[in-house]
């Protein structure tokens, strides 16, 4: 390129298309129509819209989170919390010879030999505040010494449990 003059390779006038340098010009495309800008009016309204929708939504999300805030943390801690009551196991109640009369099996299990079921006693189920209690004989006389402190189990749990 030589010279004060530079050689473009697209003219201005090949820039923009229209009928006069389109040689297949057809009006059903709409090609070579210049489109026009959209309305100001348009924009201001759908600016005014997206900013009450935006206004509508910053409002709730204060209202939950500082007037509403407290009470929430509270009610979601409760829920992700589950408390489940565990029972003591009964203590084992042995012969002077230390052998077992009456222990914890799945179940509350005695002795097989006869005639000691009068001295030992029975227990009643637990229920859902209680732990088992002794009913008769050795059960009831040492429930004190036998049963144990309910506790509780806490478990964080999700929405599915």
């Known amino acids: ?43 201001y309204l759908l600016g005014t819209i997206f900013f009450i929708i935006a206004l509508a939504f910053t409002i709730k999300a204060a209202d939950l989170q500082l007037a509403k805030g407290e009470e929430f943390a509270k009610r979601s801690q409760n829920n992700t919390l589950r408390r489940l009551p565990l029972f003591a196991e009964r203590g084992v109640i042995y012969d002077r010879n230390k052998v077992g009369l009456a222990w914890n099996n799945p179940a509350r299990q005695y002795a097989s030999s006869t005639g000691f079921s009068n001295l030992l006693g029975y227990i009643s189920y637990p229920t859902a505040k209680d732990i088992a209690v002794g009913k008769d004989g050795a059960e009831k006389i040492f429930d004190n010494q036998l049963k144990g402190v309910v506790g509780t189990k806490i478990e964080e749990v999700d929405v599915l449990g």
Not at 15 to 27: A, I
């Open 1 to 43: 390129m030589r010279g004060s003059k530079k050689k473009y390779l697209i003219d201005p006038d090949e820039t923009f298309l229209d009928s006069s340098n389109l040689p297949s010009f057809d009006d059903q495309q709409f090609e070579g129509r210049l489109e026009r800008p959209i309305a100001r009016s348009s924009i």
